[in-house]
Structure formats: structure tokens, C-alpha cells
């Protein structure tokens, strides 16, 4: 059952199963808590008490948000602020695994709140700036060449249908029922105000997140979809994230043939991925 938690500006949305530590998994922009429709269970089944928050302005939570710097844009830095609200009202700490811009706001609420956040898993996260288009990727790497012009178009255009095709390029395995789930998103997002701010996520920068890298204490895992559109070269860029981390806090993990969206396209891995990890840093019976 969908629960809601007031905050400084608005509410958010989020679901919670199992029992055991406490672990966070927060989307990515332009998309809603279901997309861990299929990791959610596995984990709650290993043991862990997982809650799944939709990001303000998407989903079930409330919109037109005021960001921290005063304006209506969507940054890294408030969707930790209500990551750490999340933690603090289902008595943390906690694992938080964030997907892409949610990767970046799970490195900053590790360096904001530590004694909140036991470990960060980043899957295919926007942690660090990145050029608006690499033009010399455009014409290296297909996959690159037919996503980041449709995310850049949907931005431009104010664009549905743009961001719906950048998405059939980021599943490049796709889902057992991915025309299903992306008409649900599809009529979420068609919602009024719902694209509008979405958009608000592309108005920021990594460069919050990427400043606060050198700043956690807890062990970090970056997990990428070799087949990631978005990065001319995941590996290079999960390898940078870590580099920027304090020494020896983070590992790369890389999922063969997947694109941006690993956990809804491989969940079994991911999930065994996440569950060495959760083993070495919450103790069962927390």
C-alpha cells in the first residue's frame, strides 16, 4: 500500500516490504518507484525491509517542488535532502541504491548524513559533469549516437515522444512486460504537470554530487549496463567515479549487454550484486 511522507515543500510517495535492514531504492528522472518492480522483492526476500520512494514531482508525489537554491529546477542535492527524510522517519541508517540521478543524490546524502547511510550503490549514476554531447562518441559509438540526441531533444522540444525513444535505446534487453510498463509511465507522465517536472531534473548538474565524492566514508559500489547510451564508455566513467571516491571505499561492477536500466532488465544480477554488498555492511538482525 503506497504511504506518504510530508516534508518542507511537499510529499512523497513510497512503498515498503520485508523485514530486516533498512535499504533505500531511488529512480532515476523521468521515471517512478516501479521500475524496481522486479529487484524490490528479491532483496525483501533475502532479508532487508525495502522502501521504494517515487522522486519528488514524479510519480505519486507531489509537484512544483521549490529547490534548496530557490528555484523550481530538481537537483541531486534535494532529492538526497528527501532520500535522508526518508531514512530518518523509517529509522535508519540505511543502504541507499540510487539509478542515475539518484546515484548522485545517494553520494551526497552519504557525505551529508553519514551516520545515516551504511553504503551507496550507484547504478549507471550521473555523479559526475558530463559535456552536453561528445561529439567525437557521436560518430564512434552507435548506441551513443542514437541515445543522447533523443535526450537532449526531449529536453529542447519538450518531448514525450522523444524521451519514450530514448528509452526503447536504453532497454536494450528489455522486460518481460516493457510495453506494458512504459504505457503505464507513458500515461503517468502525460499526467498535467507530471512531464513539466520531470523536466525540472534536467536543469541540474552532476557538479553537487561530484564535489561531494571525495567526501563519503562508506563503501560505494558503481554498477553499469555496458550497453548504457548515455556514456560513450561506462566502464571508464564507473572507473572515474570510484577514482574521485576516498581510496579504497569503491567497486566497479559491470552487467554484460545491458543499457541504462540494469535493474529492471537484469534484476537477478543486480541483485546478487547488491546482496554481496549488503552482506559485508548490514548485519541481519539490525
Same mark, same amino acid.
Not at 546515484?103 to 550521473?126: H, K
Not at 559526475?128 to 552507435?142: C, H, I, N, Y
Not at 503505464?184 to 499526467?191: C, F, I, P, V, Y
Not at 565524492?213 to 559500489?221: E, Q, V, Y
Given at each position: ?6 516534508? @518542507? $515543500? ?8 520485508? =523485514? #530486516?535492514? +533498512?535499504?533505500? /531504492?531511488?529512480?532515476?528522472? &523521468? ?37 534548496? @537554491? $530557490? ?8 532529492? =538526497? #535532502?528527501? +532520500?535522508?527524510? /526518508?531514512?530518518?522517519?523509517? &529509522? ?195
Amino acid at each position: 500500500m503506497t504511504e506518504f511522507l510530508e516534508l @518542507d $515543500g511537499g510529499r512523497i510517495a513510497y512503498d515498503v516490504e520485508g =523485514a #530486516g535492514p +533498512l535499504v533505500v /531504492l531511488s529512480h532515476g528522472m &523521468g521515471d517512478h518507484r516501479q521500475v524496481f518492480r522486479f529487484l524490490a522483492p528479491l532483496l525483501a526476500g533475502a532479508g532487508y525491509r525495502v522502501a521504494t520512494p517515487d522522486l519528488r514531482g514524479h510519480g505519486e508525489s507531489s509537484m512544483n517542488w521549490t529547490s534548496h @537554491d $530557490g528555484s523550481a529546477a530538481i537537483s541531486r542535492t534535494d532529492i =538526497a #535532502g528527501d +532520500l535522508l527524510g /526518508l531514512i530518518r522517519h523509517l &529509522g535508519g541508517p540505511a543502504v541507499i541504491v540510487g539509478h542515475s540521478i539518484s546515484g548522485g543524490a545517494a553520494t551526497i546524502a552519504a557525505a551529508m548524513s553519514p551516520e545515516l547511510v551504511r553504503g551507496v550503490i550507484e547504478i549507471n549514476p550521473f555523479t559526475r559533469t558530463q559535456p552536453l554531447l561528445d561529439f567525437g562518441a557521436l560518430f564512434t559509438v552507435s548506441r551513443y549516437r542514437r541515445g543522447q540526441p533523443r535526450i537532449l531533444g526531449t529536453a529542447i522540444f519538450r518531448s514525450l515522444g522523444l524521451w519514450l525513444s530514448y528509452l526503447d535505446v536504453a532497454y536494450p534487453l528489455g522486460t518481460p512486460d516493457y510495453d506494458e510498463y512504459m504505457g503505464d509511465l507513458a500515461a503517468k507522465l502525460r499526467e498535467p504537470g507530471r512531464f513539466a517536472n520531470f523536466l525540472e531534473t534536467m536543469k541540474s548538474t552532476p557538479a553537487d554530487a561530484e564535489a561531494q565524492l571525495p567526501h563519503i566514508d562508506c563503501p560505494a559500489l558503481v554498477i553499469m549496463g555496458t550497453e548504457d547510451p548515455d556514456f560513450p564508455d561506462p566502464r571508464a566513467e564507473a572507473e572515474a567515479i570510484v577514482a574521485a571516491m576516498p581510496k579504497g571505499l569503491g567497486s566497479v561492477a559491470m552487467i554484460e549487454g545491458s543499457g541504462h536500466y540494469p535493474h529492471a532488465e537484469t534484476p537477478d544480477q543486480i541483485a546478487e550484486l547488491a546482496l554481496k554488498f549488503l552482506e559485508t555492511i548490514t548485519p541481519q538482525g539490525d
